[in-house]
């Protein structure tokens, strides 16, 4: 604290007004160069088509936009080399590449900001960040549905317990319950593709929030940014931040989807069920007891949709209720999204290499299959189709021998054929073909169920779409 503050100079860039600058708080609180240096390659790709736009049109001389377009480029590779000389008083990422630039290329440098604003300039640069966000989440996500298809074809015929309320419910296959996982992925994939289609329109040439009496062509700065065409409302364009919700709310379910299966590794690789061991490259050790393999990395992908859900929370609950248009709340739009798409990114990467990585114990699953009863009902629809019982009336007769086999410390294939008949003299020697967990699970032919047969189907259907 000094006790003869300087006044601080006024803002270059916006400053003609003001007598002084900000109060260094006032600076703090306001500026976003801190984080938003993360779109320079978008607001450098944004601004050489602007000005090579503005060209087209007679706005601004060939010169001039030749001089801008090099400079940003010369901009360009200061900031990836590292040489940029950020500053906080010029606020952010869209002024301090502005003011490099004239005092790089000098007067031309000025007139960049002909017919545009830092409103239509956030709003391209953060739709080109979060589309290439999109596409990265797309790849990812075939990489790893290709991972869980690479394990279902391996296992497509591998007998596991599956459950209900983590009870043995009736036994599947491996190749089964990795393939529902591709099904999850899927989903969460079209979401960032359709996502990605819906944002794909730009809004640069809205300037600040009323469009521009310059002769601009927006079509032409749309599709050299790669764009399907310009936005049509130019209060829309500088206010929506839908595109950045919808990623995040993709990102989001996505992240759901990996919580879950995340859960499933951490159970299914514990001393109590050795379904799946994990190596060495995806446990980590404890540092007092020396036998401990830890699952951290699905632990903390179980946790990490709290990160991105709390971000679709969080720019939710900024954009709720703001009056048209632009709002300088808006930048805290890119906090949010930049930490949920480096977690989501992180996330896919690190499943993906663990269901590589995962192998199953498929004696362990068999035997965990034929436990718990897991083909009572199997055995109820043997009394339903050989018998012709209702199928009430089967469910009631199975129950009774489940629980015979229960009070003996027994499974139901153990039964004798005598203790059957005791409680249904109907039933034959062949009913024990179907209490077998093989058996069972080659039963269920139906369109969409267990059986390694629609297994392999969906396998090859799914490897033909992934390529
Ligand atoms: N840093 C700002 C943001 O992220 C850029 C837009 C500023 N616009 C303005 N009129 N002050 O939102």
């Known amino acids: 604290m000094s006790a003869t503050p300087k006044t601080p100079a006024a803002n270059q ?5 003001f007598a002084t600058g900000p109060d260094a708080i006032m600076q703090a609180i306001n500026a976003s160069i801190g984080f938003d240096q993360r779109l320079y390659a978008q607001d450098i790709a944004g601004s050489r088509a602007h000005a090579a736009m503005l060209a087209a049109q007679g706005i601004l001389s060939n010169k001039d936009a030749e001089a801008i377009g090099e400079g940003l480029l010369t901009v360009l590779s200061e900031i990836e080399t590292g040489k940029f000389p950020f500053r906080v008083e010029l606020e952010d990422i869209h002024l301090n590449i502005e003011s490099r630039l004239t005092e790089i290329v000098g007067e031309a440098g000025k007139r960049l900001h002909t ?82 289609r819906r944002m794909n329109e730009c809004p640069l040439g809205a300037a600040a929030l009323a469009g521009t009496s310059f002769p601009i062509d927006r079509h032409m700065t749309a599709s050299a940014l790669g764009f399907d065409r310009p936005t049509a409302n130019s209060l829309d364009s500088v206010s929506d931040r839908d595109f950045a919700l919808e990623f995040l709310a993709a990102s989001s379910i996505t992240a759901m989807h990996l919580s879950r299966f995340a859960e499933e590794l951490v159970i299914w690789s514990s001393a ?77 990467a690190a499943m993906t290499g663990m269901v590589g990585d995962m192998t199953a114990n498929r004696e362990t699953l068999k035997t965990a299959a034929a ?53 249904h003299p109907g039933i034959r020697a062949d009913v024990f073909a179907v209490l077998g967990v093989e058996n069972s699970v080659r039963s269920r032919m139906s369109y969409g169920g267990t059986a390694p047969t629609r297994v392999r189907e969906q396998v090859a259907r799914w490897k033909a779409a992934l390529g």
């Open 115 to 196: 017919a545009r604003s830092r409103n239509d300039q956030v709003a391209v640069d953060f739709r080109l960040w979060v589309r290439d966000q999109c596409d990265a989440a797309i790849s990812s996500l075939t990489a790893l549905m290709q991972a869980f298809v690479a394990q279902a074809e391996a296992g497509a015929d591998w007998v596991m317990p599956g459950f209900t309320h983590l009870q043995t419910a009736q036994p599947v296959t491996w190749g089964h319950h990795m393939l529902a996982y591709v099904e999850m992925f899927a989903r969460d994939r079209s979401r960032f593709e359709d996502a990605r």
């Open 272 to 348: 109590q069920f050795r379904f799946v061991r994990l190596s060495d490259r995806w446990t980590t050790g404890s540092s007092i007891m020396p036998q401990k393999k830890n699952p951290d990395a699905a632990e903390l992908l179980r946790a990490k949709l709290g990160r991105i859900l709390g971000a679709t929370v969080a720019l939710f609950t900024v954009m709720k209720g703001l009056a048209l248009t632009y709002s300088k709340d808006m930048q805290e739009d890119k906090e949010q999204v930049f930490d949920a798409a480096d977690t989501l990114m992180l996330g896919l």
């Open 13 to 17: 860039m916006w400053g003609g007004r």
């Open 371 to 423: 436990s718990g009863f897991s083909t009572a009902t199997d055995l109820a629809d043997w009394l339903v189709r050989e018998l012709g019982l209702p199928f009430r009336e089967a469910h009631h007769v199975t129950g009774t021998l489940v629980a015979m086999a229960e009070s003996a410390g027994v499974d139901l294939p153990d039964l004798t054929l005598a203790q059957m008949q005791a409680v």
